[in-house]
């Protein structure tokens, strides 16, 4: 089974996590995908079309923690899928509209996307990252992020969620059970990302 798994990657295109021999370039960044990134080539799961290509979407109507989350979509097709990265004006615009419209019972009325806090930070809005590496799109909104009370010393609040009644992003304990928003767009989530997300989990 994983000498299938492996050339369907190969063959689609897609960059694996070993392909970037463990670094993000200096940038937290992945690889992007070769040109033969096709989304057809996409897990069947990911079927949701309110929200517009190039990538391929997931709705995890299932609750979980953030990690617990992450680990699903990452394993949908390793090297390929993750929770969703939101990149661009128009995909934050669309994100928001099916957020508020998922066609689905959302687990604790919320969902959560790529994003994350370094546990090092200081201040509700340092630090923010998507799962690509790079600095988090401004999507926040309603007086977010507070860390619960704008108090940073706590590192209470570490992830993303958006939720139908409030479609922005919002942080939030990653010990709340949500459901999740997957996207297959051809790339890993960054190292820098993972090592952040792996920070939180219990021990």
């Given at each position: 089974?994983?000498?299938?798994?492996?050339?369907?990657?190969?063959?689609?295109?897609f960059?694996s996590?070993?392909?970037?021999?463990?670094?993000?370039?200096?940038?937290?960044?992945?690889?992007?995908?070769?040109?033969?990134?096709?989304?057809?080539s996409?897990?069947?799961?990911?079927?949701?079309?309110?929200?517009p290509?190039?990538?391929?979407y997931?709705?995890?109507v299932?609750?979980?923690?953030?990690?617990?989350?992450?680990?699903?979509?990452?394993?949908?097709?390793?090297?390929?899928?993750?929770?969703?990265?939101?990149?661009s004006?128009?995909?934050?615009?669309?994100?928001?509209?099916?957020?508020?419209?998922p066609?689905?019972?959302?687990?604790?009325?919320?969902?959560?996307i790529?994003?994350?806090?370094p546990?090092?930070?200081t201040?509700?809005?340092?630090?923010?990252?998507?799962?690509d590496?790079?600095p988090?799109?401004?999507?926040w909104?309603?007086?977010e992020?507070?860390?619960?009370?704008?108090d940073?010393?706590?590192?209470?609040?570490?992830?993303?969620?958006?939720q139908?009644?409030?479609?922005?992003?919002?942080?939030?304990?990653?010990?709340?059970?949500?459901?999740?928003?997957?996207?297959?767009?051809?790339?890993?989530?960054?190292?820098?990302?993972?090592?952040?997300v792996?920070?939180?989990?219990?021990?």
């Amino acid at each position: 089974m994983k000498t299938a798994c492996l050339l369907l990657v190969a063959g689609c295109g897609f960059q694996s996590p070993a392909a970037t021999n463990g670094t993000d370039g200096g940038e937290g960044t992945p690889a992007a995908p070769d040109a033969g990134f096709d989304d057809a080539s996409c897990p069947v799961s990911y079927s949701v079309t309110a929200i517009p290509g190039p990538s391929r979407y997931r709705l995890i109507v299932n609750g979980g923690r953030a990690w617990e989350q992450s680990d699903a979509c990452n394993q949908d097709l390793q090297g390929a899928t993750h929770l969703v990265v939101i990149d661009s004006p128009p995909e934050l615009t669309a994100v928001k509209a099916f957020v508020q419209n998922p066609g689905a019972g959302l687990a604790g009325n919320a969902l959560w996307i790529g994003g994350v806090q370094p546990i090092t930070a200081t201040t509700p809005s340092d630090g923010w990252i998507g799962f690509d590496g790079k600095p988090l799109i401004n999507g926040w909104g309603g007086g977010e992020p507070n860390d619960r009370g704008n108090d940073e010393s706590n590192h209470e609040e570490q992830f993303v969620k958006m939720q139908p009644d409030k479609a922005y992003f919002i942080d939030t304990a990653g010990t709340d059970i949500l459901s999740a928003l997957c996207e297959c767009d051809g790339k890993p989530i960054a190292p820098t990302a993972a090592s952040m997300v792996d920070s939180y989990r219990p021990h």
